[in-house]
């Protein structure tokens, strides 16, 4: 049974459910009064930047985040989660499982730190290095480490840009998430080989409207960034930049309603 506290209850809301590792983030509307609900919702406007307040919209995640911290509507990602982790948690044990005892990971993008967890469970002697520009989710990431026992992950507040072009190498690198943001996606994936010994898994949204390879559009429909584009096209960009793909496949985020959100593709790959 995931552990209750009540630190973790008052860092919601939480974008992934840790109940698999033991510890309780996801609290329903019977746990969670309208008074904190309305709480937690001035909270996370308050640390919005500025040019999210002014602009004319806010973007997906924080509509989303609203949404579940009001209780709205029951929120998409922990649905989403479900479809990710069944192919996700597979690839990474068996990178880890082909690896020395102590191999060295990177998670960009990690959010609360639930894959760089995992990584940890799944393989105590890891060294783990999780990176993400949002503040707030660094401090999830490390409330959960902490409370899970997990001292081999190192949390860090980095733009991922500039961290991958800093002089580290890693065993194996997780890029889940992280890819659709980007407006220049096919050179995030260059800027990767230097700083990968081994492996690579990477996991993005993808539009399922099209199978044109070519095809690939910025900023993402109905946003004011990142990018969207078809696996046919991540698979080709793979290729050209140097990666040797092991394994592929792909699935729907079924918490998603519109079908450039809903495909997800999944790649297992070494530098060739």
Known sequence: MAAFYQEVYDLQPWYHDFARLGLKTRFDKREMGLGRRLVNAARMLLSLKPRQLLGTRLEKREILSLREVLGERCPPHFTNQLCKERVLIP???RCLKGLEEHP???DLFCADGYYSCMMADICPGARITGIDLAAMEIKRARTAARLLGF???EF???DAWAFIQEPHRYDLVLCAGGLYHLEEPRRFLVLLRPITAHYLVVQSVVTLETEDPNYFVTPAPGA????????????C???ETGWEILDQTRNELTGNRLRCDRGS???LCRAA
């Open 265 to 267: 593709s999944y790649f």
């Open 224 to 235: 004011q960034h990142g990018s969207r584009f078809t696996h046919a096209a991540l698979e």
């Open 237 to 239: 960009w793979l290729g």
């Open 104 to 106: 060295t990971c990177l």
């Open 91 to 93: 690839y990474l044990t």
């Open 151 to 153: 001292d081999n992950i």
């Open 156 to 158: 860090i507040i980095a």
